[in-house]
């Protein structure tokens, strides 16, 4: 048997005792043994997203290692530290094919529309098991799922040294794309939040301005860019608003990144003209997949990012009530993390 923590309604969870289950043909039978606190989680939790799933495990930025195989899985060693590609696509289809597998007819993803990491194991497809160096902490290789998302960003913005960039929220998520931003050239790098101490956090990560009253940030952004305007916007925060400040701080010809998730019914106006004339571009793009997972785990191991303030805080999977109900009263942790019993 084992423990698995089921969120039974919005906002509880309850410790269960399930069979261990078997992979089947083409699955992985993973031994969780770190998993991250992510803001999707915190949704499932307050009951504002996928509150048709419950009661469900949640969990999706896991590392663990192979505990047994399908009959017929090949290519992975038992007992190997891995991470896990969250996203499940057909693999057949035109937007499987394109890596674009959130646009998959079929999509599932563990811990949002089907169980996930919250447990101490977890059945899982071997093609998305990306072994991992065993030298690598467990909480670090927890932070290669979020990282891929960040990646997938940068890479769908191009990028690329000597760009200006402005990251709006400097929460978990705008930390790594500061940081991100960094390890690729990004200068300078102007990050805004309201809470002063992210912004010192990510000023301490590589960001090069930071910006936490409002009311400076059109003035510090112009400065900042010979009053052109940032050549690349981030907003990692998911308020309408915010999207509409990105854009006026935008340069002409610049490139917004809608990366914060509003709701469903959240609207973004552009001027049809100045789109056309200056050749703006907005591009949305949210969940690492594929070669995104594997670039985010390099740059782990080969200690791009500074992980000190997303690992400091875990809670043992017992406890998981008690890291849900604190998080909003530790801003300082950039990160929970769930630590699994050994
Ligand atoms: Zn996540
Ligand atoms: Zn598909």
């Known amino acids: ?65 192979i505990a047994a195989l399908g009959p017929d899985v090949t290519g992975l060693t038992p007992g190997g530290k891995v991470v896990v590609d969250m996203n499940i696509g057909c693999t057949r289809c035109f937007w499987c094919r394109r890596n674009e597998i959130l646009n998959c007819p079929e999509m599932r993803q563990m811990g949002i529309t089907m169980d996930g990491a919250f447990a101490e194991h977890m059945v899982v497809p071997a093609r998305l098991v990306i072994p991992a160096p065993d030298r690598v902490s467990d909480a670090v290789l927890a932070l290669t799922e979020p990282l891929a998302c960040v990646v997938r960003a940068a890479r769908k913005a191009r990028v690329s040294f000597g760009q200006s960039a402005l990251v709006i929220g400097a929460g978990p998520i705008g930390n790594l794309h500061v940081q991100l931003l960094r390890t690729i050239g990004a200068a300078p790098i102007i990050v805004t939040d309201i809470a002063a101490d992210r912004v010192a956090l990510a000023l301490d990560c ?31 925060v998911g308020q309408a608003d915010l999207y509409r400040t990105g854009l006026r701080l935008m340069r002409k010809g610049g490139h917004l990144a809608a990366f914060g998730l509003t709701g469903p019914d959240a609207e973004l106006a552009l001027p049809i003209l100045d789109t056309i004339l200056q050749e703006n571009s907005v591009k949305g793009s949210v969940a690492g997949m594929g070669q995104d997972m594997h670039d985010a785990l390099t740059l782990l191991v080969y200690g791009r990012i500074a992980t000190d303030a997303f690992t400091r805080a875990a809670y043992p999977l017992a406890e998981i009530q008690a890291a849900f109900d604190s998080i909003a009263d530790r801003p300082g942790d950039l990160k929970t993390q769930i630590v699994m019993p050994s």
Not at 19 to 37: D, Q
């Open 1 to 65: 048997m084992m423990q698995a923590a089921v969120l039974v309604e919005p906002g509880r969870f309850e410790i269960e005792e399930r069979p261990i289950p078997k992979p089947g043909p083409g699955e992985a039978l993973i031994r969780i043994s770190r998993v991250g606190i992510c803001g999707t989680d915190l949704h499932i939790f307050h009951g504002h997203y996928a509150a048709e799933q419950l009661p469900m495990v949640p969990g999706h930025e896991f590392t663990g290692t």
């Open 206 to 236: 590589g960001a090069d301005i930071g910006v936490s009253d409002p009311a400076t940030l059109r003035q510090t952004v112009l400065e900042a860019t010979q009053g052109r305007g940032a050549d690349l916007v981030i907003e990692s």
